[in-house]
Nanobody, 120 residues
Framework: QVQLVESGGGLVQAGESLRLSCVAS????????MGWYRQAPGNEREMVAIITSAGTTTYADSVKARFTISRDNAKNTVYLQMNPLKPEDTGVYYC??????????????WGQGTQVTVSS
């Protein structure tokens, strides 16, 4: 089994920064793309940023030039540096990874989410 666990969320003021982390563990053979998604109350879940195993990145237009996604393949970890934060960035942030494990072909796994709240 594979688990993804996020950390680093919290309550901050507009203009401040946060760094989210997500660690994948379990019977991992290889991790392909990893990404961050978010969901605000009443809204659908949306893609924030994705990074491939080769390091190619994709960002939602709303976070370009403010957020940076990175990964440490040796640690099976993906990060999201968010700066500066805006109130509209508020939501639950989910980590996702496309993982091939010893028990299954490559499939998507999701973390439990971490709350980010930005006050104005």
């Amino acid at each position: 089994q594979v688990q993804l666990v996020e950390s680093g969320g919290g309550l901050v003021q507009a203009g401040e920064s946060l760094r989210l982390s997500c660690v994948a563990s379990g019977s991992i053979i290889i991790i392909n793309a990893m990404g961050w998604y978010r969901q605000a109350p009443g809204n659908e879940r949306e893609m924030v940023a994705i990074i491939t195993s080769a390091g190619t990145t994709t960002y939602a237009d709303s976070v370009k030039a403010r957020f940076t996604i990175s990964r440490d393949n040796a640690k099976n970890t993906v990060y999201l540096q968010m700066n500066p934060l805006k109130p509209e960035d508020t939501g639950v942030y989910y980590c996702a990874g496309n993982v091939r494990s010893s028990r299954s072909f490559a499939r998507d796994y999701w973390g439990q989410g971490t709350q980010v709240t930005v006050s104005s």
